[in-house]
């Protein structure tokens, strides 16, 4: 009888309450799952996402981005330490609202992933559900894609898509979109985590 391969060593990035973190930790608690949540990190001391993390046993790190100042990269050499310590293997960003440089991104290469409240490449960057209403689509969604230097673009993992209904503002479809995230973020990484999803040379290789 052949042994289970081992999980991967996760960390997530956070700055805020960590919704997607805490869904991400309720799918790593099922004995099948590919990935282990090894540590959350916060750039924030107030990110409510490190009390929900600590309740569930998940070790936390709070490495603030403020005494930095504008150096990002020493930010993210103290970030990455802490991950070389904790012996990461996978990133996933959820709600991490720092802009990466590129020497993070490539030192990471295939091995960070992100999700995003829009289908991607649609409506980039920030305020992406009151940007879809003033668009006028009747369909949005979310992404979980490879982070790449440039901003949100790097290649699409895996997409849910709502209906955009009538009547709706900003807050009741970013509602719609958050539990299509909440679903679809564990089932990428487990993608990711069990090599079943790959980045081969800047390509999304399936197996």
Known sequence: MSAEPPRRRTAILISGRGSNMAALIAAAQGPDYPAEIALVVANRPDAG????????????????????GRDREAFER???ERLRIDQI?????????RILTPWFVRRWEGRLINIHPSLLPLFRGTHTHARALEAGVTEHGCSVHFVVPELDAGPV???ARVP??????????AARVLEQELTLYPQAL????SGRVALVEGVVRRS
Do not use: K, S, W, Y
């Open 49 to 68: 996402g490190l009390e929900r993390a600590r309740g569930e046993g998940v070790a936390t790190a709070c490495i603030d981005h403020r005494p930095f």
């Open 89 to 97: 293997e996978l990133i996933a960003l959820a709600g991490f609202m």
């Open 78 to 80: 103290a970030v990455d």
């Open 157 to 159: 993992i895996a997409q």
């Open 190 to 193: 487990a993608e990711v985590a």
């Open 164 to 173: 955009v209904l009538p009547g709706d503002d900003e807050g009741a479809l």
